[in-house]
């Protein structure tokens, strides 16, 4: 009698302490906490090179399509950035093209960065440059890395971005972080 009310006891602690918490755990919404929510209109960027420091900004974007003399068309999404900050404006700036025609519109997914060895025009893919005057008089562009969209509205656009970015001297700074931007009015 003494064993069964044992087995009872600990079959009783068990469930109520490892099954119970388990199934407690399991219904949890899970959600993503490497990157915090954004309000809408901001980024949030961490740069790391020569210097390192955070880049919280206004975060605005512009979609259109464009036609060039020979007719092809491509969708361009302007991705413009500036940090808030009052002693020296930071900007960075990046275009995602694609010659998509059947779509009004950048994809959603990650943009690689592709090498740009000849004119902007009919180029396909990703391009950027960055005028941080605290960290060089001169501009950086983009080198590799990639931008993800993750949401596109008519509206917004959110992502992130992981991209390197390197200046006529050689300088390279990377660049991580999110953004939630709103269309430029």
Do not use: W
């Not at 809408?40 to 740069?47: A, D, L, Q």
């Not at 390192?52 to 060039?68: I, Q």
Request: aromatic share 12%; glycine share 8%.
């Amino acid at each position: 009698m003494q064993n069964i009310k044992r087995f009872i006891n600990k079959s009783f602690k068990m469930f109520c302490f490892g099954f119970i918490p388990l199934m407690l755990l399991a219904g949890t919404s899970k959600e993503n906490f490497d990157t915090p929510r954004l309000d809408n209109g901001t980024c949030s960027f961490k740069v790391d090179g020569e210097l390192s420091f955070n880049l919280n900004g206004a975060a605005t974007f512009e979609n259109k399509t464009e036609v060039d003399r020979l007719g092809y068309k491509t969708n361009k999404l302007l991705l413009h950035f500036t940090s808030c900050n009052d002693k020296e404006m930071q900007i960075l700036e990046f275009i995602i093209a694609s010659d998509k025609v059947d779509k009004l519109e950048v994809q959603i997914g990650k943009h690689k960065i592709k090498d740009l060895n000849h004119l902007i025009n009919n180029f396909n893919g990703v391009y950027g440059f960055a005028d941080l005057g605290s960290v060089s008089e001169l501009p950086f562009f983009i080198d590799s890395g990639d931008i993800t969209i993750t949401e596109f509205f008519s509206n917004k656009v959110d992502g992130k971005l992981e991209v390197q970015l390197v200046n006529a001297e050689g300088v390279f700074l990377k660049i991580k972080g999110s953004f939630n931007a709103d269309i430029k009015a």
